[in-house]
């Protein structure tokens, strides 16, 4: 199984750059995972940002601290297992932690989604709710388990709580890709897959104005970047529920990652 996970798609031009990237490589892929939780400008999903992303090609989206930032998530999460949140939100939250789903191989994989609980606003045990997703996974399913944490100490010890079990950990919510990817016991992981957007950013806003917070700690309000983004994603390659490769991808419409962003 071939599967490309596609890192935080943040506002328009993370949309633009995943669909220009998925009409032209959506058939190289068995299965396709793609973070939309800031897709509203930044700040949640709606039913637009959500449909916009499965017409693309997207097989799921995972969300993250932003799940129900727009009031239209709850009920949208409700209706379709192919958007799923944290499994470590409450019991008795809107929605699924995670959903197992047919590839386009005809194999299955089970895709699952928790928060760390280091330097963002503390849910139930990350830990054990993965440990529940792999329980509850298929004997034969590939199991892909996204990490979404500020801190790099708490994504790696994931990937090593998860080492053999999972077919891959794979970090997110920083916005920035990290190098370190790798497989360990058919376990791939990196602390990072990074941001789908505009590059030349703060972590997908306009400069402007978190400069200005930065400088004066008045309250400002953020805007999203505007100008061309880039795609940031890892492809893995699982058989049955082991990993054998995982590779960093970056990709923009022109070829070059991070050229002439504005």
Known sequence: ???????????????????????????????????????????????????ELRTAGVDVVTLGNHAFDQAEAAELLEETPRLIRPATYPVGTPGLGH????????????????MGRVFVEAGDDPFAAADAIVDAAGPEDAVIIEMHAEATSEKKVMAYHLQGRASAVIGSHTHVQTAD?????????ITDVGMSGVQHSSIGLQFEEVHARQLTKRPRRFKPATGSGTLCAVVIEIEGRRAKHIERLQWRANGVAGEDES
């Open 1 to 51: 199984m071939r599967v490309l996970f596609i890192g935080d798609v943040f506002a328009t031009p993370g949309i633009r750059v995943v669909q220009r990237y998925l009409q032209a490589h959506a058939a190289e892929y068995d299965l396709i995972v793609a973070n939309g939780e800031n897709t509203a400008g930044g700040f949640g999903i709606t039913r637009k940002h959500f449909q």
């Open 99 to 114: 959903v197992s789903v047919q590839a386009r191989n005809g194999a299955r994989a089970t895709v699952g989604q928790v």
């Open 181 to 189: 990817e790798i497989v360990v016991d058919g376990t791939a992981s």
